[in-house]
C-alpha cells in the first residue's frame, strides 16, 4: 500500500499508556458527575435510567424464554418433572451466571469507569507486552467477543418486538397479518428517538420499566400462590433429574434456557453510561426478584394449565387483561432494544478511539454524563438490520433459532479475559482463579454447544455479522499501522530540516502554524509541501500528534507533552482516552510557548489529504488494501472530530 501524498491527520496514531494506566479501580467507583447531589438520591436518579436502558434485554426474557423450553425446536411435554427442571436450571443460571459471574465479580473489572469486552482488552494489554504472541491472542479474542455483540444488537430488537406484538394473536387471530408491519413501525420509531440520547430514554423509560417488573412480579406471586409446589425449583436436584429423563434434549434444551440471561453482557457494556452502583442496585432490589417470581409464576401455571405452554406469560392474566398486558409488552420490548443499542454506541466509540474503526459522527447526548452518546450511522445500520430480520424470519420463535450464539460465545471469551485479568491485576492466586473461571467457563460452554445447533437455522447470521465487523476492524488497525510505517519511511529527520533552515532560512511571517502528524517523529509532510508552494514559515511552528492511550479517560496533568526542537519550533503530543472526544484547541489553549499562549485568530491549522492506492507492496493482502482504501475515503473529517474551526484549516495533499 502506498500514499501519493504521504501526509496524515493524525487520527489513529500507535497509541501507548502513561505509566500506571492499567491499575483497575475499585468496586465501589463511580463516575459521579453531580457532586453536589446527595449520593443517595443520586444512585435513585441513575437506578431508575438504568431500568430503562441497561435492564430491558433480560427484563423482557419472559415473553419467550419459557415458551421456547416447551415448543420451541426441542420440545418437551409440560410435565410438572419438566416443568420443576427447566425452573431450577432458570433459576441458577440467573443466580450464577448473572448475580455472581457478572454483577459481582466481571463488573469490577472497570478501566477507569468503563465496561465491555474492549476496556477489559485494554486492561490486559500493558505497553511492554503489545509484541508477545499471547498479547496478539488477547488482542484477536477480544476483538472477535466485541464483533459478536453486534449481532446481538440486531437480534435482540427484532425478537423482542415481535414476541410481545405477537400477544395480540391471543386476543383475536384477525391481528395475524397485522404482526410483522407494525413490529417494523415499532422498531423504526425506536431508533428514531436514538438521538434523544441514553439520558433521555431513561427519563422516559425507566417508570415504564418500573411498572414493568411490578407487573411481572404481581403476576407471579399470584399464580405462586395457585402450586406453591413450584418454589422447590430452586433445589439443583430437579435440574440434574431433568437432564437424567431427558437425556440429549434436555441439554440441548439449554439453548432456550439461555434465553433468559441474553442482555448480561450488556449489563457490562452499558456501565459506562450509569456506573455500577446503581446496575447492582437495580437488579438485586428489584428486577432479580421480578424475573424469578414471574418465571416461578408461569412454572405455576403450566403445573395446573399444561395448554397454556404455548404463551404462558399472556396465559397468566385474564382475558379483560390481555389488551393492556399487550400494551405494556411492546413498551418494554422496545426499551429492551435500548440496553443492547446503547451498548453497540459505547463499543464504537471505543474501537474508534483504539484505532479499529474509522472516524464516526459522534454526538453526545448529556451533559452530566459523558458516557452517553448517539451514533447516527451505527444506529440506522442497526435499524436497516433490524427490520431485514422481522421481515425474513416473520416470527420470534424464527428468531429464537438464530438468537443466544453469539452471546454464549461473548460470555465464554469474557471469562477467559477475567481469568487473565485477575491473575494479573488483582493477584488472585492459581488455585483460588482457576476453579472459579473453571465453573464459569463450563457454564458458558454448556450453553454455546447447546447453541451450536442454531447455526443451520439462523445462528449463522449473528456469525456472519461479526466475522464482517471482526474483518472491518482488524484490517483498519493493521492498515493505518502500514501506513504509518509508510509515512515513517518517507519522513524527514528533524536535525536534517532545521540544518537546512538555518543554511538558507525562508521568510517567516507571523502567527503560529500547527502541522498535524500522524507519527511523532520526523517533519510532518504537510509542512514539506507548504514550504515548497509558499517559501514560507511561521515564527512558531508546532508539530502535533494525538494520540490515543488505552485507558478510558486521562487526567489534564497527563494530557500533553512539549518539546522544544529548535528555533520557533516544538513538537507537542495530546493524549487522550479511548473514551473521549478530542478537543485540539482547549488543550492547545492550555500550553505556552516562549512565554505565550495560542491565540485561536492567530493560529492555522495543516492537515493533509492522502489518497491511498493498493499495491503489491507486502503488508496485508491486495483486497484488504482495496477495502482500506474505500474506508478511508469514508472516512470522517479531522476537523469535526478533532474539533477544530474548519475557517482556521488549510488542507493540502
Given at each position: 500500500m502506498k500514499s501519493d501524498s504521504g501526509?496524515?491527520?493524525?487520527?489513529?496514531?500507535?497509541?501507548?499508556?502513561?505509566?500506571?494506566?492499567?491499575?483497575?479501580?475499585?468496586?465501589?467507583?463511580?463516575?459521579?458527575?453531580?457532586?453536589?447531589?446527595?449520593?443517595?438520591?443520586?444512585?435513585?436518579?441513575?437506578?431508575?435510567g438504568a431500568l430503562g436502558v441497561v435492564f430491558g434485554d433480560i427484563g423482557t426474557s419472559p415473553?419467550?424464554?419459557?415458551?421456547?423450553?416447551?415448543?420451541?425446536?426441542?420440545?418437551?411435554?409440560?410435565?410438572?418433572?419438566?416443568?420443576?427442571?427447566?425452573?431450577?436450571?432458570?433459576?441458577?443460571?440467573?443466580?450464577?451466571?448473572?448475580?455472581?459471574?457478572?454483577?459481582?465479580?466481571?463488573?469490577?473489572?472497570?478501566?477507569?469507569?468503563?465496561?465491555?469486552?474492549?476496556?477489559?482488552?485494554?486492561?490486559?494489554?500493558?505497553?511492554?507486552?503489545?509484541?508477545?504472541?499471547?498479547?496478539?491472542?488477547?488482542?484477536?479474542?477480544?476483538?472477535?467477543?466485541?464483533?459478536l455483540l453486534y449481532g446481538d444488537s440486531i437480534i435482540t430488537p427484532a425478537i423482542t418486538v415481535l414476541s410481545s406484538i405477537e400477544g395480540l394473536r391471543i386476543v383475536t387471530p384477525a391481528f395475524d397479518p397485522y404482526i410483522r408491519p407494525i413490529a417494523v413501525v415499532v422498531l423504526l420509531v425506536l431508533f428514531s428517538l436514538q438521538k434523544k440520547g441514553t439520558a433521555g430514554m431513561g427519563a422516559i423509560f425507566g417508570p415504564i420499566m418500573l411498572v414493568w417488573f411490578a407487573v411481572l412480579a404481581i403476576l407471579g406471586v399470584v399464580h405462586v400462590t395457585t402450586a406453591p409446589e413450584v418454589l422447590s425449583a430452586v433445589n439443583p436436584l430437579h435440574a440434574v433429574r431433568f437432564f437424567q429423563q431427558n437425556g440429549v434434549v434436555g441439554f440441548l434444551l439449554l439453548g432456550a434456557v439461555f434465553l433468559v440471561i441474553t442482555g448480561g453482557e450488556a449489563l457490562y457494556a452499558d456501565m459506562g453510561h450509569f456506573g455500577a452502583k446503581p446496575i447492582r442496585a437495580g437488579w438485586y432490589g428489584l428486577v432479580l426478584p421480578s424475573l424469578l417470581l414471574n418465571y416461578f409464576g408461569q412454572g405455576a401455571l403450566l403445573l395446573t394449565k399444561p395448554d397454556a405452554a404455548?404463551?404462558?406469560?399472556?396465559?397468566?392474566?385474564?382475558?379483560?387483561?390481555?389488551?393492556?398486558?399487550?400494551?405494556?409488552?411492546?413498551?418494554?420490548?422496545?426499551?429492551?432494544?435500548?440496553?443492547?443499542?446503547?451498548?453497540?454506541f459505547s463499543l464504537?466509540?471505543?474501537?474508534?478511539?483504539?484505532?479499529y474503526m474509522p472516524r464516526l459522527k459522534i454526538a453526545h447526548t448529556s451533559e452530566k454524563e459523558i458516557g452517553q452518546i448517539y451514533l447516527p450511522s451505527i444506529n440506522w445500520i442497526l435499524a436497516i438490520a433490524c427490520v431485514w430480520l422481522v421481515l425474513s424470519f416473520g416470527s420470534s420463535s424464527a428468531l429464537a433459532s438464530a438468537y443466544g450464539i453469539a452471546v454464549t460465545t461473548t460470555m465464554a471469551i469474557t471469562t477467559t479475559l477475567m481469568y487473565v485479568h485477575a491473575r494479573r491485576a488483582w493477584n488472585v492466586p492459581k488455585a483460588i482463579a482457576l476453579p472459579v473461571a473453571g465453573l464459569?467457563?463450563?457454564?458458558?460452554?454448556?450453553?454455546?454447544?447447546?447453541?451450536?445447533?442454531?447455526?443451520?437455522?439462523?445462528?449463522?447470521?449473528?456469525?456472519?455479522?461479526?466475522?464482517f465487523v471482526f474483518m472491518l476492524m482488524t484490517t483498519w488497525k493493521r492498515g493505518r499501522q502500514i501506513l504509518s510505517a509508510r509515512l515513517r519511511e518517507a519522513s524527514l529527520p528533524v536535525d536534517v530540516f532545521l540544518q537546512d533552515v538555518e543554511k538558507r532560512p525562508p521568510t517567516r511571517v507571523r502567527g503560529t502554524a500547527v502541522f498535524m502528524d500522524r507519527i511523532p517523529e520526523g517533519i510532518p509532510p504537510p509542512l514539506l509541501h507548504n514550504l515548497k508552494h509558499n517559501?514560507?514559515?511561521?515564527?512558531?511552528?508546532?508539530?502535533?500528534?494525538?494520540?490515543?492511550?488505552?485507558?478510558?479517560?486521562?487526567?489534564?496533568?497527563?494530557?500533553?507533552?512539549?518539546?522544544?526542537?529548535?528555533?520557533?519550533?516544538?513538537?507537542?503530543?495530546?493524549?487522550?482516552?479511548?473514551m473521549e472526544n478530542p478537543d485540539v484547541p482547549r488543550a492547545l489553549r492550555k500550553l505556552k510557548l516562549d512565554g505565550k499562549g495560542f491565540e485561536p485568530m492567530e493560529t492555522t491549522f495543516f492537515l493533509g489529504r492522502e489518497t491511498l492506492i493498493a499495491s503489491k507492496r507486502p503488508g496485508m493482502a491486495l483486497w484488504r488494501e482495496h477495502f482500506f482504501a474505500w474506508m478511508s475515503r469514508s472516512e470522517g473529517r479531522a476537523t469535526a472530530f478533532f474539533n477544530i474551526p474548519p475557517g482556521r484549516v488549510v488542507e493540502l495533499g
Open positions: 501526509e496524515s491527520s493524525a487520527s489513529h496514531p500507535p497509541s501507548r499508556s502513561p505509566s500506571g494506566a492499567f491499575e483497575a479501580t475499585s468496586a465501589g467507583t463511580e463516575k459521579t458527575h453531580l457532586p453536589s447531589a446527595p449520593e443517595g438520591k443520586y444512585l435513585a436518579v441513575l437506578t431508575l415473553l419467550y424464554a419459557l415458551r421456547e423450553c416447551f415448543t420451541g425446536h426441542h420440545p418437551i411435554p409440560p410435565t410438572p418433572g419438566n416443568v420443576l427442571g427447566i425452573l431450577s436450571l432458570i433459576f441458577w443460571a440467573l443466580v450464577l451466571t448473572i448475580s455472581v459471574q457478572y454483577l459481582a465479580i466481571v463488573l469490577r473489572a472497570d478501566n477507569r469507569g468503563e465496561g465491555g469486552i474492549l476496556a477489559l482488552m485494554a486492561l490486559l494489554r500493558p505497553s511492554g507486552e503489545r509484541g508477545a504472541g499471547g498479547g496478539f491472542l488477547i488482542v484477536a479474542v477480544g476483538l472477535f467477543g466485541a464483533a404455548a404463551n404462558p406469560l399472556f396465559g397468566m392474566v385474564p382475558k379483560w387483561g390481555l389488551l393492556p398486558l399487550v400494551a405494556l409488552a411492546t413498551i418494554a420490548s422496545v426499551i429492551a432494544s435500548q440496553a443492547v443499542i446503547s451498548g453497540a464504537t466509540r471505543q474501537a474508534i478511539q483504539l484505532g464459569f467457563l463450563c457454564i458458558d460452554l454448556s450453553f454455546l454447544g447447546a447453541n451450536l445447533v442454531k447455526v443451520f437455522h439462523g445462528g449463522w447470521f449473528p456469525l456472519a455479522v461479526a466475522t517559501k514560507i514559515l511561521h515564527e512558531r511552528v508546532v508539530f502535533l500528534t494525538v494520540v490515543t492511550d488505552e485507558v478510558p479517560r486521562l487526567k489534564e496533568k497527563e494530557r500533553s507533552r512539549l518539546e522544544y526542537l529548535g528555533p520557533g519550533c516544538w513538537r507537542v503530543t495530546l493524549h487522550y482516552g479511548f
